[in-house]
């Protein structure tokens, strides 16, 4: 048995609780319940998944920088998780409720869930930049999704074992100091061999600050020839029986003004 806790979030007003998992257990493509997954868009890396009876937000940011043309995901959830404590993918202003927090890698369960918080660099120095990165992977709805938060560096063995083949890989792709080029996401996609693909963190209408080093989609889109696009509203909703059977598809989501 490994106990691990939920981090509370100093100031932000969310609950944390303690929680106890066998590590064994998690096994990648695990499916605890079938029923598919809503996906909606919320700007950069932040997306809200519900499904299973649970609403799961990912990375609600600061508008600032990158995200100062988006507003601020308050959101309703049941579980919150950040890859990090820098404010566009950490920051937890304003949500609403008393949502559960996770930070930290380890091993989880929620709700019915299984969680695993993987952990990576944020930049290409070991993380003396920016710290570190945390990736999540968790089964929703019948699906194994994957959030590599952001990631920089390359998959690593270890990293792709406790990934696994995800049905759903968000993945940041518009380059910089502190998440993947286009051809590193390229490379890491061709690694862990997604059914579906979200390109995240890349320019957008709402991402035109000049300090943001970011690139527009079409770069990653020109790393990976061959593979359908399919462009989409600001949500997605995805079955077990929605998957491409051979070949993985992109789908990029629109922001909504």
Request: hydrophobic content about 40%; aromatic content about 6%.
């Amino acid at each position: 048995m490994k106990r691990r806790r939920f981090i509370q979030y100093a100031g932000a007003g969310l609950a944390a609780t303690a929680t106890t998992v066998v590590a064994s257990s998690l096994q990648p493509g695990q499916a605890q319940t079938s029923g598919g997954v809503s996906i909606q868009y919320l700007g950069h890396s932040c997306f809200l998944f519900s499904g299973q009876g649970n609403r799961v937000l990912v990375n609600p940011f600061r508008p600032l920088g990158c995200t100062a043309g988006y507003r601020a995901p308050r959101v309703n959830a049941d579980l919150v998780m950040i890859s990090s404590r820098l404010l566009d993918e950490g920051s937890l202003e304003g949500l609403p409720g008393t949502p559960r927090l996770l930070s930290e890698p380890g091993v989880y369960e929620y709700q019915g869930m299984q969680i695993q918080g993987i952990r990576g660099n944020h930049d290409r120095q070991g993380g003396r930049r920016f710290g570190l990165n945390t990736m999540w992977r968790w089964n929703q709805g019948g699906l194994n999704i994957a959030h590599l938060g952001g990631a920089v560096t390359p998959i690593q063995v270890e990293q792709q074992i406790l990934i696994g083949r995800p049905d759903v890989l968000l993945i940041p792709v518009g380059g910089g100091a502190k998440i993947y080029t286009p051809e590193e996401a390229a490379q890491a996609v061709r690694a862990l061999n997604p059914r579906l693909i979200i390109p995240t963190q890349y320019r957008t209408q709402a991402a035109t600050a000049t300090a943001c080093d970011i690139q527009p989609l079409d770069a990653f889109l020109a790393a990976m020839p061959g593979v359908a696009v399919q462009r989409r509203g600001d949500s997605l909703s995805v079955r077990s029986a929605d998957l491409p059977a051979e070949s993985p598809r992109i789908e990029v989501l629109s922001y909504r003004f």
